[in-house]
Structure formats: structure tokens, C-alpha cells
T-cell receptor, first 114, second 114 residues
Framework: NAGVTQTPKFQVLKTGQSMTLQCAQD?????MSWYRQDPGMGLRLIHY???????DQGEVPNGYNVSRSTTEDFPLRLLSAAPSQTSVYFC?????????????FGPGTRLTVL | AQKVTQAQTEISVVEKEDVTLDCVYETRDTTYYLFWYKQPPSGELVFLIR??????QNEISGRYSWNFQKSTSSFNFTITASQVVDSAVYFC???????????FGTGTSLTVIP
């Protein structure tokens, strides 16, 4: 199993550009989520999904869109990048409810917005 | 309000010293789960432990031990005889049975000096 994979690993954008961060898992996990990690802030939840076709907002959803058309994939879209979105982004998945299940994290995407 | 507080931002110890990382949480749920994750310099997030709110038994795994005290809402992590490989950022996290979200603390950066 590849686990949770994320692409790209690094990305530089200009303000106003759009892009999609890809996340995929091959563990047949129902729950997937996106976090951003900023210095001194820990990890903050952006969006999450409890299954295909179902998504919901986390703590910091503004400026990001998600969709979940398949169990395996959970892309994160930045419609108009801003410097405040410079961060490291982690995708995670877990089997069943995340409240008591271990979350498996991807390797992260380091995004810089100029 | 911060649901998980890790007051120690950075800690440095000399190899073989014991070190305790503090974690204080806040929740109104009676059923909740607490986690510790390790983030080594390579950047990935590694699951260490999960405890549920009904199990206050302390746990030991090799050089690692965890002290869960509901009376003080704390879930502290002790590394005995620290090693250079323990150098990492450690995150405490909370999830509530009533929700689908993980709440991470801001992390404690541990440096073990040889």
C-alpha cells in the first residue's frame, strides 16, 4: 500500500493564481481531511469528508474548495491564491470516524504564494 | 478558545535526560479521545498513541510513557533516557465523539543535544 500520497511536494504560485493540491489514499478509508500547518499555529483543519459525495468545513475553510467524487481522492482547490495561504498542507485519512481512529498523514505539500 | 494547549514551545535536553511534554485539553464531551503525534525533521506526522476518556490508566511503551489525568484535563508525555532521534516536534490532539474534527495543539519542539 502507498498509504496517503500528495502531489506536488513543492509549489510556488503568484497571487491570484489557482491550483489544485492532490491527495489520494489506497486504504479504502472513508474519512479524509486537509490541514494547514503554520509556524506557532500547529495543524488547523481546512475541510474534511466523511465519505464520497460528503464534505464539510473545518476551522479555516475560507479560500479553499474541496470535492469528494471517489473514496480514494480528495483534492483541495485554491481558487485565487493569496500570500496568507503560504503554508505546508497535509492530507490525512482514517478508517471510520476520526474521533477514535488513528489518522494517516501524507508527506505534505509546501506551498509558497508570492 | 484553544481546545488543546501545549504551553512549552521549545525544549532542549541533553541526551539521556528524561523530559516531559505537557498537554492540557478542554472539552465538554464526556467521550473524547486524545492523541500524540511526532513530526521529525523530515516532516511526516507519525502516530504515537491514542487514549479514550474512559481509560485513565497510564501507558508505557519502551522509553515513552503517557500520564492521563481527567481531574486536571492533562495528557502528558514523558520520554525517558532521551536520544538524539527523539528530536522532533510533538503534537497533542483531541477529538470529541460528538464531532468529526481533530484539534491539534501548537506543538512542542524537542531538541536532544548529544
Amino acid at each position: 500500500n502507498a498509504g496517503v500520497t500528495q502531489t506536488p511536494k513543492f509549489q510556488v504560485l503568484k497571487t491570484g493564481q489557482s491550483m489544485t493540491l492532490q491527495c489520494a489514499q489506497d486504504m479504502n478509508h472513508e474519512y479524509m481531511s486537509w490541514y494547514r500547518q503554520d509556524p506557532g499555529m500547529g495543524l488547523r483543519l481546512i475541510h474534511y469528508s466523511v465519505g464520497a459525495g460528503i464534505t464539510d468545513q473545518g476551522e479555516v475553510p475560507n479560500g479553499y474548495n474541496v470535492s469528494r467524487s471517489t473514496t480514494e481522492d480528495f483534492p483541495l482547490r485554491l481558487l485565487s491564491a493569496a500570500p496568507s495561504q503560504t503554508s505546508v498542507y497535509f492530507c490525512a485519512s482514517s478508517y471510520g470516524e476520526p474521533s477514535y481512529n488513528e489518522q494517516f498523514f501524507g508527506p505534505g505539500t509546501r506551498l509558497t504564494v508570492l | 478558545a484553544q481546545k488543546v494547549t501545549q504551553a512549552q514551545t521549545e525544549i532542549s535536553v541533553v541526551e539521556k535526560e528524561d523530559v516531559t511534554l505537557d498537554c492540557v485539553y478542554e472539552t465538554r464531551d464526556t467521550t473524547y479521545y486524545l492523541f500524540w503525534y511526532k513530526q521529525p525533521p523530515s516532516g511526516e506526522l507519525v502516530f504515537l498513541i491514542r487514549r479514550n476518556s474512559f481509560d485513565e490508566q497510564n501507558e508505557i511503551s519502551g522509553r515513552y510513557s503517557w500520564n492521563f489525568q481527567k481531574s486536571t484535563s492533562s495528557f502528558n508525555f514523558t520520554i525517558t533516557a532521551s536520544q538524539v532521534v527523539d528530536s522532533a516536534v510533538y503534537f497533542c490532539a483531541l477529538s470529541e465523539a460528538s464531532g468529526n474534527q481533530f484539534y491539534f495543539g501548537t506543538g512542542t519542539s524537542l531538541t536532544v543535544i548529544p
